[in-house]
């Protein structure tokens, strides 16, 4: 495996290291027709719940507490326009023949299901024309799954209310020999530690903005909120964040 390669599934294992240890338990749990109250309090929480690839979701909060169908479900009012499928829903549950979560309305209907996925998230397949949703853990105020196009243009790094440090232009050149990223380019006024990373590439990996060079060094991005990117937690070092600007 090249160094390059191994650092995407590093950093993709880092990101979602907590989420996805809730969501193998719950596999093993639900095949055994059980699942235990630890792995109801790890998945409760914000997720979004929206179109892959782009398009504009909701955010809804998995509760702990029993209901009628599972567990209660909050903030799905908010999806009345952006995913009508879930306006109705009042619970949640894990799925035990599919592996998944399963929403239900308050008369216990099934509404929708989606089925876990290898990095700690979830997916419906669509029944027939139109996107597949997807399910991640929020960040900030997004709605929506980033998209490529929404990322393209000039951003700025700088530390929390400092000076910027670096402008990088999101350019939309596919990176050759590497589906699903693009090419990025510094400015030459940028600070040395970022320069020595020679970052060259970006992706978006689930919620994430990845960025990359060819010897193997990355950089990740959380979104906070449309144009509003900061540092990955799991990366070391100062603060820094990134802003679109163009």
Same mark, same amino acid.
């Given at each position: 495996?090249?160094?390059?390669?191994?650092?995407?599934?590093?950093?993709?294992? =880092?990101?979602?290291?907590?989420?996805?240890?809730?969501?193998? *338990?719950? #596999?093993?749990?639900?095949?055994?027709?059980?699942?235990? &109250?630890?792995?109801?309090?790890?998945?409760?929480?914000?997720? @979004?719940?929206?179109?892959?690839?782009? #398009?504009? /979701?909701?955010?809804? +909060?998995?509760?702990?507490?029993?209901?009628? /169908?599972?567990?209660?479900?909050?903030?799905?009012? #908010?999806?009345?326009?952006?995913?009508?499928?879930?306006?109705?829903?009042? =619970?949640?549950?894990?799925?035990?023949?599919?592996?998944?979560?399963?929403?239900?309305?308050? @008369?216990?209907?099934?509404?929708?299901?989606?089925?876990?996925?290898?990095? %700690? +998230?979830?997916?419906?397949?669509?029944?027939?024309?139109?996107?597949?949703?997807?399910?991640?853990?929020?960040?900030?105020? !997004?709605?929506?799954?980033? =998209?490529?196009?929404?990322?393209?243009?000039?951003?700025? !790094?700088?530390?929390?209310?400092?000076?910027?440090?670096?402008?990088? =232009?999101?350019?939309?050149? +596919?990176?050759?020999?590497?589906?699903?990223?693009? +090419?990025?380019?510094?400015?030459? &006024?940028?600070?040395?530690? $970022?320069?020595? @990373?020679? $970052?060259?590439?970006?992706?978006?990996?689930? !919620?994430? $903005? !990845?960025?990359?060079?060819? &010897?193997?060094?990355? @950089?990740?991005? *959380?979104?906070? %909120?449309?144009?509003?990117?900061?540092?990955?937690?799991? &990366?070391? /070092?100062?603060?820094?964040?990134?802003?679109? *600007?163009?």
């Amino acid at each position: 495996m090249s160094p390059r390669r191994r650092t995407i599934r590093s950093v993709c294992l =880092s990101a979602f290291a907590a989420a996805a240890g809730a969501i193998l *338990t719950a #596999g093993a749990a639900l095949s055994a027709g059980a699942v235990d &109250e630890a792995v109801y309090r790890a998945t409760a929480g914000r997720w @979004l719940i929206a179109p892959e690839g782009g #398009g504009k /979701g909701c955010v809804i +909060t998995l509760s702990t507490e029993t209901t009628i /169908g599972g567990r209660r479900l909050d903030g799905t009012a #908010g999806c009345k326009g952006a995913v009508p499928a879930m306006a109705e829903a009042a =619970s949640w549950d894990f799925d035990n023949e599919k592996s998944g979560i399963v929403f239900r309305d308050a @008369l216990r209907k099934r509404l929708l299901e989606v089925v876990e996925q290898e990095t %700690a +998230t979830y997916r419906q397949e669509p029944a027939g024309p139109g996107k597949a949703l997807v399910m991640f853990p929020a960040r900030g105020s !997004m709605d929506r799954v980033p =998209s490529p196009g929404d990322l393209f243009g000039e951003w700025q !790094m700088r530390r929390p209310g400092g000076p910027v440090l670096c402008t990088v =232009s999101l350019l939309e050149r +596919t990176a050759p020999g590497d589906q699903g990223s693009y +090419t990025l380019t510094l400015a030459r &006024e940028c600070d040395a530690g $970022l320069v020595r @990373l020679k $970052l060259s590439t970006w992706r978006i990996e689930g !919620m994430d $903005l !990845m960025f990359y060079s060819f &010897e193997g060094d990355s @950089l990740a991005f *959380t979104p906070r %909120a449309p144009g509003a990117y900061a540092k990955s937690e799991k &990366e070391s /070092g100062k603060p820094l964040d990134l802003i679109k *600007t163009k």
